[in-house]
């Protein structure tokens, strides 16, 4: 179970309790809990002038202010919550909490705090649960894959069929007037040729002899690729959505030069890039409901209330019998 997040008290306030010993949780709205407090049997949020807030009126008031979306958001973070934590998923998590904790360190303060405002409106206590919200965003998208590949014929199939997904990678020889290499140009083209017929891989090839040294500098990955990219000149577009999974390019012109091109369409590549995920749930809207209501399912929850619970099948979506 989730024995990481039991370090502190949290009151849920989607009007949930967890049978498998989640515990209980707050969002934003509770910054201090009063420990074990209980009236009545029930949770005590806070205390002032000897008045007491409970946790069932906090549940109302978020309803109330913000909507089933808020509700919902609690209820999705507690479902995934209860999913076991790889050392994958760990590793993803510190990874991103790392990398995303450096980037906004250069704008500030100011940055973290608002990174850290985001956090609590999403249940996490504040910013040094980021790398456990990127856990949870890992384990959500297993989720989600695990279902949606149980009902491929659904979702995968059409989705690789009509959006024609894959990673790309290049490899760029520039030029001044691409339809004429220069004899320096070609020579560098006829360099990169032999390196690969020679067996080196196209990573390697990439890094030490494309002149586009942003991609270059991770083997010439230039990133996710479907029919719907626009930021790529069409020509490179077009290549590489026709390009054959594994099996580089002729030489492809565009107005930067001419470049070769390899594609990976495996669908653990694809599953492992965020990029592929965002344009994957894009495509299929419900697709992540119904992943979290099937674990929803597996757990022993009980709900605040009938109308909690409608309320929650409501916003994804979903029948009862789903």
Do not use: C
């Not at 978020?62 to 998923?89: C, H, M, R």
């Amino acid at each position: 179970m989730i024995d990481n997040l039991k370090k502190y008290w949290f009151v849920i306030v989607i009007g949930l309790v967890f049978i498998v010993g989640i515990g209980y949780y707050s969002s934003q709205q509770m910054n201090s809990v009063l420990k074990g407090k209980k009236v009545d049997g029930k949770h005590v949020v806070s205390e002032i002038s000897g008045v007491n807030y409970l946790a069932d009126d906090l549940y109302t008031d978020v309803v109330k202010q913000n909507g089933n979306g808020e509700l919902y958001k609690l209820f999705e973070k507690e479902v995934i919550s209860s999913v076991p934590t790889t050392d994958e998923a760990k590793e993803y998590g510190e990874k991103q909490a790392k990398a995303l904790k450096s980037q906004f360190a250069e704008t500030g303060s100011k940055g973290l705090k608002e990174v850290e405002n985001y956090l609590k409106s999403m249940g996490y206590k504040d910013i040094n649960e980021l790398n456990i919200f990127f856990e949870n965003m890992h384990k959500r998208d297993k989720l989600v894959f695990d279902f949606a590949s149980e009902n491929e014929a659904e979702y995968i199939t059409p989705f690789l069929t009509q959006n024609k997904p894959r990673i790309v990678k290049h490899i760029l020889v520039k030029m001044e007037d691409p339809a004429n290499p220069t004899e320096a140009e070609q020579a560098k083209m006829d360099e990169v040729i032999a390196s690969l017929n020679a067996g080196e891989t196209f990573d390697k090839v990439a890094s030490a002899k494309s002149d586009d040294t942003n991609s270059a500098l991770q083997g010439g990955l230039v990133g996710y690729v479907d029919v719907s990219n626009t930021q790529l000149v069409q020509e490179f577009k077009d290549a590489a959505v026709a390009a054959e999974n594994g099996v580089v390019t002729d030489w492809v012109q565009t107005n930067f030069g001419r470049h070769l091109i390899l594609v990976d369409t495996s669908i653990d590549s694809l599953k492992a890039n965020d990029d592929f995920v965002a344009a994957f749930e894009n495509a299929n809207p419900t697709v992540g409901y119904k992943a979290v209501w099937k674990h929803a399912q597996t757990l022993d929850i009980k709900y605040k209330d009938d109308a909690t619970k409608q309320s929650l099948l409501d916003f994804m979506g979903i029948k009862e019998a789903e």
